[in-house]
């Protein structure tokens, strides 16, 4: 291993792309906002022909809402559906999706009892003009920033070359929780406010916090730390995230064929794939998990933010999360990718604002796979039989389809043959449905597998820092080969 001494010439100044995190304002301690991204279509051709979308009107909407209400995981703690995948990578997915869009337009489809039926998909021109106020790339601006607060940009708090971390309520062991504000709802000071929403996806952003930390306290500036790092979770998301989720055969497929590559000046991320095949992960999660030794086996609405913090400025230590639990050889692992989702994701959607004085409260939609449905359908995404042929593949049928849905229930097929979602079926539920059909549920069937491979294969090779092989000092490297998730958190000492 080099000497930390070494290490600045490992990264040409000349090549190092401008960072927000680099821009200090003097004068009210703002940094530059970055450059924001865009939203687009993959699949631009298929929007010129009306049968490769859903039908447009509300007996669509009627159908996405019936089907949505049932895809509810009715045994939940049935190991059956369990897949091997370790449960930290339901979450380093989440991290993923956060790191690369963030679309702020989102919070304001609201979508409510009343209203449903009158919705109609957006225009081409409306979702190509959203924003993303993510690189689109993984570079890890979730982590080094900016924070974005009331249409200005702030750098994330640092201790001069490390990043700021800071201790649980009770505890007494340093960089145990993020750093916070002091005052209610204690909101944490990070590059990406929803790696804030419940203690697993907070507790792996600390670890990132802690793992550049580690690189700095060996020898490294802040930015060979961070080019470092971003290095490191590249090659997480491309040799350790991807095979796992994704068939070898569907990531050769998508290095080969290249059909997410877009302008060098026009980069964008695509809605199918934000909109659905990154949605996968939602099928992944758990109503219950192994926690901690104090924390045994505790709910999924345990972990949310809202719950931990409500009468504290920091966690408590009892909060501080067990990796051991979720990584390879721990007792928690994702659930299969089927048409199903855990009953309790319904209770954490936001309602949205306050009605007007004088107006009756709406009611709002409390299913998360209802929602995932009727987004889809107001983005204008393509049937899952349409993008199938649009990768080379054989659509699966109708009566596949079907047999997949019954398999959750029977209500559910029906919904899906009764309104013929089963032969227009909506892209994000294809995709499930698809995993189950292929490899009953342990990984992404073809469609959804090369959707997700293209396009983080595209974002990884045009990232800040990215290299198809490592060269030079780097403390938490360890060996190259068979680097993974658990062994970047056991770097970070967490």
């Given at each position: 291993?080099?000497?930390?001494?070494?290490?600045?010439?490992?990264?040409?100044?000349?090549?190092?792309?401008?960072?927000?995190?680099?821009?200090?304002?003097?004068?009210?301690?703002?940094?530059?906002?970055?450059?924001?991204?865009?939203?687009?279509?993959?699949?631009?051709?298929?929007?010129?022909?009306?049968?490769?979308?859903?039908?447009?009107?509300?007996?669509?909407?009627?159908?996405?809402?019936?089907?949505?209400?049932?895809?509810?995981?009715?045994?939940?703690?049935?190991?059956?559906?369990?897949?091997?995948?370790?449960?930290?990578?339901?979450?380093?997915?989440?991290?993923?999706?956060?790191?690369?869009?963030?679309?702020?337009?989102?919070?304001?489809?609201?979508?409510?009892?009343?209203?449903?039926?009158?919705?109609?998909?957006l225009s081409i021109e409306e979702i190509n003009?959203?924003?993303?106020?993510?690189?689109?790339?993984?570079?890890?601006?979730?982590?080094?920033?900016?924070?974005?607060?009331?249409?200005?940009?702030?750098?994330?708090?640092?201790?001069?070359?490390?990043?700021?971390?800071?201790?649980?309520?009770?505890?007494?062991?340093?960089?145990?929780?993020?750093?916070?504000?002091?005052?209610?709802?204690?909101?944490?000071?990070?590059?990406?406010?929803?790696?804030?929403?419940?203690?697993?996806?907070?507790?792996?952003?600390?670890?990132?916090?802690?793992?550049?930390?580690?690189?700095?306290?060996?020898?490294?500036?802040?930015?060979?730390?961070?080019?470092?790092?971003?290095?490191?979770?590249?090659?997480?998301?491309?040799?350790?995230?991807?095979?796992?989720?994704?068939?070898?055969?569907?990531?050769?497929?998508?290095?080969?064929?290249?059909?997410?590559?877009?302008?060098?000046?026009?980069?964008?991320?695509?809605?199918?794939?934000?909109?659905?095949?990154?949605?996968?992960?939602?099928?992944?999660?758990?109503?219950?998990?192994?926690?901690?030794?104090?924390?045994?086996?505790v709910r999924l609405d345990e972990l949310f933010?809202?719950?931990?913090?409500?009468?504290?400025?920091?966690?408590?230590?009892?909060?501080?999360?067990?990796?051991?639990?979720?990584?390879?050889?721990?007792?928690?692992?994702?659930?299969?990718?089927?048409?199903?989702?855990?009953?309790?994701?319904?209770?954490?959607?936001?309602?949205?604002?306050?009605?007007?004085?004088?107006?009756?409260?709406?009611?709002?939609?409390?299913?998360?796979?209802?929602?995932?449905?009727?987004?889809?359908?107001?983005?204008?995404?393509?049937?899952?039989?349409?993008?199938?042929?649009?990768?080379d593949l054989i659509p699966i049928s109708s009566?596949?389809?079907?047999?997949?849905?019954?398999?959750?229930?029977?209500?559910?097929?029906?919904?899906?043959?009764?309104?013929?979602?089963?032969?227009?079926?909506?892209?994000?539920?294809?995709?499930?449905?698809?995993?189950?059909?292929?490899?009953?549920?342990?990984?992404?069937?073809?469609?959804?597998?090369?959707?997700?491979?293209?396009?983080?294969?595209?974002?990884?090779?045009?990232?800040?820092?990215?290299?198809?092989?490592?060269?030079?000092?780097?403390?938490?490297?360890?060996?190259?080969?068979?680097?993974?998730?658990?062994?970047?958190?056991?770097?970070?000492?967490?």
């Open positions: 291993m080099k000497s930390p001494r070494h290490s600045s010439s490992l990264i040409s100044e000349a090549l190092r792309l401008p960072d927000p995190a680099d821009q200090l304002n003097t004068e009210d301690g703002s940094v530059d906002c970055p450059k924001p991204g865009r939203f687009s279509f993959m699949f631009p051709l298929l929007q010129k022909d009306e049968a490769n979308l859903l039908p447009e009107g509300p007996e669509t909407v009627r159908a996405l809402v019936k089907l949505g209400k049932m895809m509810i995981d009715k045994q939940p703690l049935d190991q059956t559906f369990d897949t091997t995948i370790p449960s930290v990578y339901t979450y380093f997915g989440q991290f993923i999706v956060h790191d690369l869009t963030l679309d702020p337009n989102s919070n304001t489809v609201r979508l409510f009892e009343e209203d449903v039926e009158s919705l109609n998909p003009g959203f924003e993303n106020v993510r690189s689109g790339l993984l570079d890890l601006d979730s982590v080094y920033g900016p924070i974005l607060d009331n249409n200005k940009c702030l750098p994330v708090p640092r201790a001069g070359e490390q990043l700021r971390v800071e201790i649980t309520a009770n505890g007494n062991v340093p960089g145990t929780d993020l750093p916070r504000l002091p005052d209610p709802p204690y909101k944490a000071r990070i590059g990406d406010a929803r790696n804030d929403e419940n203690l697993v996806i907070s507790q792996m952003h600390l670890a990132f916090l802690r793992a550049h930390n580690v690189l700095v306290k060996a020898g490294a500036s802040f930015a060979d730390a961070r080019a470092f790092l971003r290095r490191r979770y590249q090659q997480l998301v491309v040799n350790d995230f991807l095979p796992r989720v994704v068939d070898a055969s569907d990531i050769a497929w998508a290095q080969n064929n290249k059909i997410f590559n877009p302008a060098a000046n026009g980069y964008f991320i695509p809605v199918e794939f934000s909109a659905a095949a990154l949605r996968f992960g939602h099928a992944m999660v758990r109503s219950r998990y192994f926690y901690n030794a104090v924390r045994k086996f933010m809202l719950k931990a913090l409500t009468s504290y400025h920091h966690i408590l230590e009892e909060w501080i999360i067990d990796w051991n639990n979720f990584v390879q050889g721990g007792t928690n692992v994702a659930r299969n990718l089927a048409p199903r989702l855990i009953e309790p994701l319904a209770e954490f959607l936001t309602a949205g604002p306050p009605p007007a004085i004088g107006q009756p409260a709406k009611r709002p939609i409390l299913s998360l796979a209802v929602v995932d449905l009727v987004r889809g359908y107001l983005f204008r995404l393509p049937t899952g039989q349409a993008v199938a042929k649009a990768v009566g596949q389809i079907e047999a997949v849905a019954a398999r959750v229930s029977e209500e559910q097929a029906k919904v899906l043959h009764e309104t013929g979602l089963s032969q227009r079926t909506p892209l994000w539920y294809y995709i499930l449905a698809e995993a189950d059909y292929y490899h009953n549920g342990n990984r992404l069937g073809p469609v959804g597998g090369r959707l997700i491979a293209s396009v983080l294969l595209e974002a990884a090779n045009r990232s800040h820092d990215f290299q198809h092989k490592e060269d030079g000092w780097d403390p938490i490297l360890g060996k190259e080969e068979g680097f993974d998730l658990g062994e970047l958190l056991r770097h970070a000492s967490v």
